[in-house]
């Protein structure tokens, strides 16, 4: 059974670069890695979700249009890890940011919370 | 950017059936929007209920189903339980990009 960890800062300052992991462990890890899409969302407090985007086991990624000159997703292989990171933050990217695996969604993450504050 | 529409909230009984509706602002829902559905309850993660539109986890309860309806997706409940109060997204893909809806707030009373 894969399990997925969100881990980073938990504040980061306006216009800084928000830098997230995705620790993966459990099940088939080095297979995981490479046959799966991994996917980022996020839910500011006490609001909805939103997609932030993924990026498919042939490592193309697809961005929310909202977020896409700011976003970038990768994967560590080597640490079995899938990484966000997010330019140029401001109070509205305050969130709690998911990670979760694959077409069919199985697993997430528990979440992280990233405030962005001075 | 379409827009994904939920009803806001939705109220059944207990041993009840609802069905809660996902609209694409741009057109009728297909399955090529490969729709999801996602239950979340207060202070926990979300979870799949339902992928590409009517497929089902194998921790997803039989008595929810989802289907198109309508020219929506569809999550229905069929005999709600107390512990299905929570709240229901959908997920709409657009080409492989991904817009939620805003969330269903479903009430078990």
Known sequence: QVQLQESGPGLVKPSETLSLTCNISGGYISGSISEYEWIWMRQPPGKGLEWIGYISFTGSTNYNPSLKSRVTISVVTSKNQISLMLSSVTAADTAVYYCARGSSVDSWGQGTLVTVSS | ?109
Not at chain 2, 50 to 77: D, E, M, Q, V
């Open chain 2, 1 to 109: 950017q379409a827009v994904v529409t939920q009803e806001p909230s939705v109220t059944v009984s207990p041993g009840g059936t609802v069905t809660l509706t996902c609209g694409s602002s741009i057109g009728a829902v297909t399955s090529g929007h490969h729709s999801y559905w996602f239950q979340q309850k207060s202070g926990q993660a979300p979870r799949t209920l339902i992928y590409a539109t009517s497929n089902k986890h194998s921790w997803t309860p039989a008595r929810f189903s989802g289907s198109l309806l309508g020219g929506k997706a569809a999550l229905t409940l069929s005999g709600a339980q107390p512990e299905d109060e929570a709240d229901y997204y959908c997920l709409l893909s657009y080409s492989g990009t991904g817009v939620f809806g805003g969330g269903t707030k479903l009430t078990v009373l």
